[in-house]
């Protein structure tokens, strides 16, 4: 008996092996792994990286304000003094736990409505769940995320509800297509008239087919939220400072150009980077997964 | 213990095509047109029939995919006229359907241990301590190694998937088996294995099968009565013996004719030549009195008015056709 | 002057994927001669598409002829330039294809189909009431009912039976030597079947063409051909005239095909043929069908066999042929 078990454990470490081979087989891919990988470390990490960890809190010190790129600050201070570097560093970390919160709250309550209206594709349950979603999609994500932001109290929290309110529809949407034309593989018929229970049909049939697809489209959504939540502290609804956030970083030095354009470039490039880097990792995902089909 | 296992009366399935809004009236594509047979126990009773035939609607219906529009299916003496969901657990176990695509009716994403374990686990033929054994069980009885179990259905063949689907649809040890053209997607030299497989576990568990197919050559083998359908009727149906070497229907002769055959004995044996004439009308619209009057070479005045009356003319064979 | 209308020489044809490279045809030789029907049986996987679409250029670009010569009419036609193709392409032979509802555009009427296959395959210009006229009489001498209400219909609003009857008018609209027809009646029910066979034998008959009749069913084969190539993984293991091969096939995979076809008779039939088709990114160095084989002797792991010639025009390659032939 736990012969067949260490079997299984074998079977899945090898699909994985595979599945990194695939994946490498694109350096791009690999490039965008270490950038994501690079950015978590540095957040976790921030305390001790970070040359001036005290800069990342309510510090003031004008004689230091404005400095350009130096030995001292690599990447200059903004106009309070504060080593911008160290900032950014700290500023992955609402960055990286909006994405992450989000996700988890977003990824499964669209993923469970998608299934649902799926599955029960052209009944009730599809009109009501797939009319509401429809409602929620024809809205900009951006002005809704917005406006929801503008009635809350602006802080990360409210920030990230602002978001998850904007993008939980997408998931729904797109789960719902696959699953509406897998209900009717003759597997899940099968298992249909065997007379499983409808969760174990939904959860353990038809979703582990859906598994790919979903992965691929939260690792590319990560940027997206990252923008989208730089959008938010950008005017001002998002962390509040003084607490380093991206996109506040970038809208305090964005009064200073283009003279002392390293307060609001350095900020804008590490979204950049933070961005790219999961976009080239979910590509990468996305090409490695379809391979496998054919 | 003479009572049939199955019994199917005057069965009708239309669907829906065209809906007039605000009306209850549509067009309707009569896929099984009102037909009657019997099934015994440990009987293999084979289902031919063209495209269009409605034999595939018949296993689905019986299988409980879809519910009747009108007649009866009575299964071991009950009334069953509901779709699976609906059914008694016992009769959800009792009757199981292998579908004709081996690609499709396993989940990819599924190991052969995690497909076969659900129907021991579902109807309570295994606990989660013996289920595996089980399992090894259920893959020796159709002759595949015990390491299977950790394949996925895209590392196996067509014939292979077919051989779990067959295990999974055994693992439940029904009385009724529905096979819809369980080899027609394969090679002729794993269809063998899998008939032959097929087969042997019929006669020694005792099962009945259902079995539809469009190969005549293949039914002769397997069959102990044959069932002809056209347009959602049944034309003649007999003991298998009977059917081959006396064909009374038109159509049943035209098909018989036009197999292909590789020895010249089996040319021999088939009735002389009979050239359709038109194609196969659509379930749609079919044509008044007998419906295979618009391809019939023998047909007629009154063939194109009444419908012939389905009668048993000799010992277990029925005919509907107006020349007998 | 009995020169082949095809000769496809000790060809070697494979595929380049992501991997590696897929050794498929593995050194075939077919001859068809004028107004031979010919037979290619094997079951899936086994080449013979790949065979065909090698001989007539329409491999996908992946696709390379690694080795051999194919000669039409007695040309070489194994490297030649695009311009060529289109003259070799109108030099009379024309290809059917297993599912008639892909081979038709479905956004294009049957009449703009048939029209542009006659107009393509004539040189010069042609009036559009010539062109309309011969389409019509095409579809006649394939025994299509209302031709004129055929022509403006559009593939969807036909029957598969009659789909594949447009598809035959097409291909015999250009078909003057030879007439390839890959599984032709697969998808159709078994009395279409049979009406679309006749129709085919019909047309060959009358307008004297060769035919290669692809197919995995033995029944059909036996039907329409005079000689009969039977194909296993890329290559030739046994070939001869109809009759000769249904009344005694040697080479065992042959042998164990017959064996597993169910007969009228009744007489119920083998277990079929243990295993799968091998690997083509690693194929077996010596005999392909060895790994099937129950009577394979060592030599047949380490060598491979040739295609000889064991009783009178019947070939067979396979090494408990060649000891017999050795014995003699």
């Known amino acids: 008996m736990g012969a067949m078990k260490a079997e299984e454990i074998k079977v899945t470490f090898h699909q994985i092996g595979h599945f990194w081979y695939k994946f490498s087989r694109k350096p791009i891919s690999v490039a965008g792994l270490l950038v994501v990988l690079t950015v978590i470390f540095l957040a976790i990490f921030a305390d001790w990286i970070a040359p001036y960890p005290d800069h990342a809190g309510p510090y003031v010190n004008l004689t230091l304000g404005a400095q350009p790129p130096s030995k001292d600050f690599i990447l200059g201070t903004d106009i309070y003094g504060r080593d911008i570097f160290s900032r950014i560093l700290f500023a992955f970390r609402p960055a990286l736990l909006t994405g992450i919160v989000v996700l988890s709250i977003v990824v499964p309550i669209g993923t469970v409505l998608g299934l649902i209206a799926g599955y029960y594709s052209g009944k009730w349950q599809d009109t009501i769940i797939m009319r509401i979603t429809d409602v929620f999609l024809g809205l900009p994500p951006l002005i809704l995320a917005l406006a929801v932001s503008a009635v809350l109290k602006p802080n990360l929290f409210n920030s990230m509800v602002a978001v998850s309110i904007a993008f939980w529809p997408w998931y729904a949407r797109m789960v719902y297509g696959m699953v509406a034309s897998l209900r009717n593989e003759y597997f899940v018929i099968s298992s249909e008239l065997m007379g499983e229970r409808k969760t174990h049909i939904l959860f353990k049939e038809i979703l582990p087919n859906c598994i790919s697809p979903i992965f691929t489209k939260m690792t590319l959504d990560f940027g997206w939220v990252v923008i989208l939540s730089a959008s938010l502290s950008f005017v001002g609804l998002g962390e509040q400072p003084p607490t380093p956030a991206l996109g506040t970083m970038v809208a305090e030095g964005s009064r200073f150009l283009p003279n002392q354009w390293w307060t609001a470039v350095f900020p804008a490039i590490a979204i950049v980077i933070m961005v790219l880097g999961f976009n080239l990792l979910g590509d990468g995902l996305r090409d490695a997964l379809a391979s496998e089909e054919s | 213990m003479n009572q049939p296992l199955l019994q199917i009366k005057e069965l009708k399935k239309y669907f829906l095509v065209e809906k007039r809004l605000f009306s209850k009236s549509g067009k309707y594509l009569k896929a099984v047109d009102g037909i009657t047979f019997d099934l015994n126990p440990r009987e293999v009773l084979g289902l031919v029939g063209e495209s269009g035939s409605g034999k595939s609607t018949v296993a689905y219906t019986v299988a409980g995919m879809y519910k009747p529009t009108s007649g009866n299916i009575i299964f071991q003496g009950h009334q069953i006229n509901v779709t699976a969901v609906k059914r008694p657990l016992v009769v959800k176990k009792d009757i199981q359907i292998v579908f004709q695509d081996p690609g499709s009716s396993l989940n990819p994403r599924r190991n052969v241990r995690q497909i076969l374990e659900r129907p021991l686990l579902l109807y309570n033929l295994a606990s989660s301590r013996n289920v595996r054994s089980k399992v090894e069980e259920l893959l020796k009885m159709v002759e595949l190694p015990r390491e299977y179990m950790l394949k996925y259905p895209g590392e196996i063949g067509g014939g292979e998937r077919q051989l779990i689907a067959i295990a999974r649809a055994l693992a439940s040890q029904p009385k009724l088996l529905i096979l819809d053209e369980p080899t027609s997607a394969l090679d002729v030299s794993i269809q063998a294995k899998i008939i032959n497989t097929l087969s042997n576990l019929q006669k020694e568990f005792g099962l009945s099968y259902l079995f539809i197919t469009h190969d005549l050559s293949l039914m002769r083998n397997v069959a102990d009565r044959v069932a002809i359908m056209y347009l959602g009727k049944i034309l003649e149906i007999a003991p298998t013996l009977d059917f081959f070497r006396n064909p009374l229907h038109p159509y049943t002769q035209m098909l018989l004719s036009a197999i292909p055959t590789i020895k010249k004995e089996e040319e021999e044996l088939k009735p002389k030549r009979v050239p359709p004439t038109g194609e196969i009308p659509s379930p749609v619209n079919p044509p008044n009195g007998c419906r295979f009057h618009t391809r019939c070479p023998l047909k007629f005045e009154k063939c194109e008015i009444d419908e012939p009356i389905f009668k048993e003319v000799a010992s277990g064979h029925w005919v509907s056709c107006h020349l007998i | ?328």
Not at chain 3, 208 to 233: K, P
Not at chain 3, 267 to 287: K, Q, S, V, W
């Open chain 3, 1 to 328: 002057m009995n020169e082949p209308v095809l000769w496809i020489k000790d060809l070697k044809v494979g595929y380049r994927i992501y991997g590696g490279f897929l050794k498929v045809i593995d050194g075939i030789e077919i001859k068809v001669f004028p107004g031979e029907r010919v037979g290619l049986v094997g079951e899936t996987g086994c080449g013979k598409t790949t065979t065909m679409k090698a001989a007539l250029h329409l491999l996908p670009p992946n696709g390379k002829v690694s080795q051999g010569q194919i000669f039409l009419d007695g040309k070489e036609v194994t490297r030649i330039s695009k311009p060529e193709l289109r003259k070799i392409r109108n030099s009379g032979i024309a290809m059917i294809f297993q599912d008639p509802t892909s081979a038709l555009n479905p956004v294009f009427t049957v009449g703009v189909q048939l029209i542009e296959a006659i107009a393509n395959g004539r040189e010069g210009k042609s009036s559009k009431k010539e062109n309309f006229k011969d389409a019509v009489s095409i579809l006649e001498k394939v025994f299509m009912p209302d031709p004129q209400r055929i022509m403006r219909n559009f593939p969807f609003q036909l029957s598969g039976g009659m789909r594949q009857r447009v598809c035959i008018a097409m291909a015999l609209s250009r078909a003057k030597k030879l007439l390839i027809a890959d599984e032709p009646t697969t998808s159709l029910d078994v009395t279409i079947q049979a009406e679309i066979l006749d129709l085919i034998q019909r047309i060959v008959i009358e307008n004297s063409l060769s035919l290669i009749l692809i197919t995995h069913s033995l029944g059909v084969a036996r039907q329409m051909t005079d000689r009969i190539y039977v194909m296993y993984a890329g290559t030739i293991v046994e070939t001869a005239p109809t009759w000769a091969i249904y009344d005694g096939p040697l080479h065992p995979y042959t042998k164990g095909l017959f064996d597993s076809v169910p007969r009228l008779t009744g007489e119920g039939f083998a277990d079929g043929i243990p295993g799968r088709i091998p690997n083509y990114l690693n194929p077996p160095l010596g005999c392909r069908f060895q790994p099937r084989c129950e009577q394979s002797l060592p030599i047949c792991s380490q060598k491979k066999p040739q295609l000889l010639e064991i009783s009178k025009d019947h070939w067979v390659s396979c090494f408990l042929y060649e000891e017999k032939r050795g014995e003699k």
